[in-house]
């Protein structure tokens, strides 16, 4: 049994600079690679002006019929957070505030998901976005990781996907060491993949970690029409059980 993932922060259905709308077009780009499961960062749930429907509801629009919103930040015009789109259906989900201050709003949404045919199996499905500042992306990944322990037991099988800042490459030995994660680009290439900024990608900010399932492949989305369609690249994997 095969499942394929893609992580992308879609820049909250903007172009890169903002310069377009490219909610319809990064929808058609991201259905043609079949992927299973989708997670999503900075997803307009309500904006007044930008997203009367929540983005996350469009994009699934006959694709993926099932998904769950953690909602993060909250502002006049409306709110923004994490998504999780699944073609399997969610046995539950819950949003986790691991905000450091007001100032900066950040979440990390956790659905856990089956389907018949897997025997009664779950899968723990996690989207993030951590802080900018190293201080407190640490913090966050302490919490995470003791969110981890908590909800999923140790023979389940778990993917933690997302957009986590990660610039200075701090975090992945942690998950490694303390709950036997593995990231799914450094697995394949012995290096994380460079994902920002789109147009000329140079730090590595967006990983796919996973653990108890077999990493297939590993990719990074890059080139047209990728480079232009959010201002971070997406990643895509394949793993079995």
């Known amino acids: 049994?095969?499942?394929?993932?893609?992580?992308?922060?879609?820049?909250?259905?903007?172009?890169?600079?903002?310069?377009?709308?490219?909610?319809?077009?990064?929808?058609?780009?991201?259905?043609?690679?079949?992927?299973?499961?989708?997670?999503?960062?900075?997803?307009?749930?309500?904006?007044?002006?930008?997203a009367r429907r929540p983005q996350f509801e469009m994009i699934a629009d006959q694709i993926w019929q099932?998904?769950?919103?953690?909602?993060?930040?909250?502002?006049?015009?409306?709110?923004?957070?994490?998504?999780?789109?699944?073609?399997?259906?969610?046995?539950e989900y819950e949003n986790f505030d691991?905000?450091?201050?007001?100032?900066?709003?950040?979440?990390?949404?956790?659905?856990?998901?089956?389907?018949?045919?897997?025997?009664?199996?779950?899968?723990?499905?996690?989207?993030?976005h951590l802080d900018l500042?190293?201080?407190?992306?640490?913090?966050?990944?302490?919490?995470l990781l003791e969110l981890i322990r908590t909800r999923v037991k140790p023979n389940e099988p778990l993917i933690?996907?997302?957009?986590?800042n990660d610039w200075a490459e701090e975090l992945s030995e942690r998950f490694s060491k303390e709950l036997g994660l593995v990231e799914a680009h450094f697995r394949h290439f012995g290096e994380h993949a460079r994902t920002y900024p789109s147009a000329f990608p140079v730090l590595k900010l967006d990983r796919i970690y996973v653990r108890d399932l077999g990493i297939e492949s590993a990719r990074r989305l890059s080139g047209s029409p990728w480079d232009s369609l959010s201002d971070h690249?997406?990643?895509?994997?394949?793993?079995?059980?």
């Open 66 to 91: 099932h998904y769950a919103y953690g909602k993060n930040a909250v502002y006049s015009n409306g709110h923004h957070g994490n998504a999780i789109l699944s073609q399997f259906p969610f046995l």
């Open 1 to 50: 049994m095969k499942i394929k993932i893609m992580t992308l922060n879609i820049h909250k259905g903007f172009s890169l600079f903002n310069r377009r709308s490219i909610l319809e077009e990064l929808k058609q780009e991201i259905k043609d690679h079949g992927v299973d499961i989708l997670c999503l960062q900075e997803v307009l749930g309500q904006h007044s002006k930008h």
């Open 233 to 241: 690249l997406g990643l895509v994997s394949e793993f079995e059980f």
């Open 160 to 164: 933690l996907a997302g957009d986590f």
């Open 98 to 128: 691991i905000s450091n201050h007001r100032f900066e709003r950040r979440g990390v949404l956790h659905g856990v998901i089956s389907a018949p045919e897997w025997k009664g199996r779950r899968i723990h499905v996690m989207t993030a």
């Open 133 to 143: 500042l190293s201080v407190g992306r640490n913090r966050q990944a302490d919490r």
